[in-house]
């Protein structure tokens, strides 16, 4: 049926003139428009609110380089198979030679702190040893994809027996060596070390090469145990220990439960601790040694079982390496999991959050705590050069005071 002429004039009048006044009106009070110009075709931005309503999403089901933020997820994964109230332990055993021998299960908070007051307990219950053996087989060779040989900590390499994050901390003084801690000598081991990469200062990564990692922490541990009044002998070297016929001296739980160790994770964006941290979950998962695939194991399973996530693709647990991938609703996901302990991120104001940083790759994931207290996820995944998740973060951060 054809409209009478005055219906087809005032349906020419809306189109014409009234229609583009409503969109513009629309435009105008969508508090997205400027947000929304902001994000490239491969960036994806979510922001949810506290029941999973999602209130804005673009891109977010395109799998991007996470980067760090990657290790809000190896942090749930090492929660579900751990619990908040994990420590990682380190043993000592006595074998029938009279050898002390030391056994190390992961522990990514080996430092010199905690391995002085180690000593102190092994003391109270040894007086002297033979050889000190160390026993690093708890792990299997770990090679995280991404990680370069560098002096940067983050590309220290994991393994079972470790003291302070697998790198050696110095300074010169007057032409000559000295630790740039006061709590951690410059060892001769360490010392050697540095004059033979020709390092200015800084630090010196410990290399996975000849034991060097373990030995490197069986000689901070020989230290700390002379001080103590231990007696033993010259040699450090590498073995295993024998349940069956070594008799176990000490036992040492760290000071730190899974949730210091998390939160110093997520504060510092410390490569080395997430990749142990998802060794040992897979240990949880499939028993010993642990090995990198049978932590991405044990991650894919609680992300499919439990997460339900899709758009997700694991490389290693830190973030370092660009195969990694996630969608920005997947990571939505992950914070709602995460949300009982999102104290343990980095705040700045009403922004608790984790960063992420490669070349080219800039990337934000937290929760915004509105002034009502209504805390959303939101999670800016950058991956287009030059530009700022950061600036994303803040819009959103604006756009909650106005929703809420």
Known sequence: MTPPPFRRKAAALFLTL???????????????????????????????DETGKVVFSQNGDTPLIPASTLKIFTALAALHYLGPDYRFVTEFYMDGDGNLKIKGYGDPLLIS???????????????????????????????????????????APNGALCANFNTVYFRWSNGRLASA???????NFAAERIRARR?????????????????????????????????????????????????????????????????????????????????????????????????????????????????????????????????????????????????LMRRDGNIFYKTGTLSGINTLAGYIVSAKGTRYRFAALVNTPGRSARRLAAGLAKIVDVLD
């Open 113 to 155: 702190e905690v391995i002085a007051d180690m000593a102190r307990r092994a003391a109270a219950e040894t007086a002297e040893y033979r050889d000190l053996v160390l026993d690093n087989s708890h792990f299997s060779d770990i090679e995280i994809p991404g990680v370069a040989t560098t002096l940067n900590p983050y590309d």
């Open 181 to 187: 801690e006061p709590q951690t000598p410059l060892l």
């Open 18 to 48: 009234i229609l583009p006044m409503v969109w513009a009106a629309a435009s105008s009070a969508d508090p997205f428009a400027a947000l929304r110009a902001r994000i490239g075709p491969k960036d994806g931005v979510l922001l949810a």
């Open 199 to 343: 390092s200015e200062g800084g630090r010196i990564i410990l290399s996975r090469e000849a034991d060097e990692t373990a030995l490197y922490a069986g000689h901070l541990i020989r230290h700390f145990l002379d001080k103590a009044g231990v007696r033993g002998g010259d040699v450090i070297r590498m073995g295993r220990v024998d349940p069956e016929r070594d008799r176990l001296v000490l036992r040492y739980a760290s000071p730190y439960t899974l949730t210091d160790v998390l939160s110093k994770l997520l504060a510092h964006s410390n490569n080395f601790i997430a990749n142990q941290a998802l060794a040992t979950a897979g240990i949880a998962a499939f028993g010993p040694p642990g090995t990198l695939e049978k932590g991405l194991r044990a991650a894919r399973r609680y992300s499919n079982d439990v997460l339900k996530l899709k758009g997700l693709q694991l490389a290693e647990g830190s973030g370092i390496s660009r195969s990694n991938r996630i969608t920005a609703r997947a990571m939505g996901r992950v914070l709602a999991a995460f949300a009982p302990h999102y104290r």
